[in-house]
């Protein structure tokens, strides 16, 4: 017997365009729409092999001629801070952190332009518009939540998690952050936030989207340790941590 209610999704693959992770190489994405009563269902079922969430698009690399895009997820339940990792979340004790609807703010979107043109002028959505803002936070078709950062203090915004929330655990599709604080190392304390957040649950993972090897930029997933990669026959452990970069 089949379920008539379900229906198997169509794909498509983009036209190739300059890779934003490693210079000289093209990249090309498979992608299909989450629409509907199963776009839940199907956003974790793909999310399982590889593919990330964009608003109401999930797509996954399928370059011809290179395969350094891998899917990498903490093992949650395992994770134990490292010593720095123990001074950044000391450092961050006057924050707190609140789960909210995504629903987009105009505060929020002050932080994401700052975030932008001081990190990534010259990227894709240096440019992003309030709309296309809001466009990106309230589009989700599946289970999606802000966390807001803020200082206990005077209530200021210091960084916005878009996630989505999986049975398995959280995926983090977006954050960014103050940067004019460097000191408090926000992108890391981001990720320590969303694996204590998981652990309390008792789910298995937070999936971190992509580590690109060669990357300098995607080095700090490495850090997460223990870290699981996706491979042709399924997940493994990587044993060896061959980076300390941070996010932060």
């Known amino acids: 017997m089949t379920d008539q209610g379900l ?4 794909f498509f693959v983009t036209a190739p365009s300059p890779c934003p992770y490693l210079p000289d190489r093209v990249e090309r994405k498979v992608f299909t729409e989450l629409r509907g009563p199963d776009a839940p269902g ?31 997820r903490v093992k949650a339940q395992e994770f134990s801070p490292s010593k720095s990792m123990r001074r950044i979340l ?3 004790r006057d924050i707190k952190a609140e789960m909210i609807p995504p629903l987009a703010k105009q505060e ?7 975030y932008l043109n001081s990190r ?15 466009e990106m ?21 210091l960084a916005i998690a878009l996630t989505d929330e999986l049975s398995d655990g959280l995926s983090m599709v977006y954050s960014f952050f103050d ?25 298995p993972y937070v999936y971190l989207g992509y580590w690109v090897d060669g990357s300098p930029k995607m080095a700090y997933k490495n850090r997460f340790a223990p870290l699981e990669y996706l491979g ?17």
């Open 7 to 10: 229906q198997f999704p169509k």
């Open 42 to 72: 199907l956003n974790e079922a793909l999310g399982r092999v590889g593919f990330r969430r964009s608003q109401s698009v999930i797509y996954r690399p399928a370059c011809e001629t290179c395969v350094s895009c891998v899917s990498v």
């Open 90 to 92: 000391r450092r961050n």
């Open 108 to 114: 929020h979107y002050d932080l994401l332009s700052q």
């Open 120 to 134: 990534h002028g010259e990227g894709s959505m240096a440019d992003m518009t309030f709309e296309e803002y809001q």
């Open 137 to 157: 936070i309230e589009s989700s078709p599946v289970p999606t939540v802000l966390i807001e950062y803020r200082k206990v203090l005077d209530n200021s915004l």
């Open 179 to 203: 940067t004019s604080e460097p000191d408090r190392s926000l992108g890391t304390y981001i990720i320590l936030d969303h694996i204590e957040r998981v652990r309390i649950e008792n789910h």
């Open 232 to 248: 042709p026959d399924g997940w493994h452990e990587k044993t060896t941590i061959t980076a300390d970069n941070s996010p932060s």
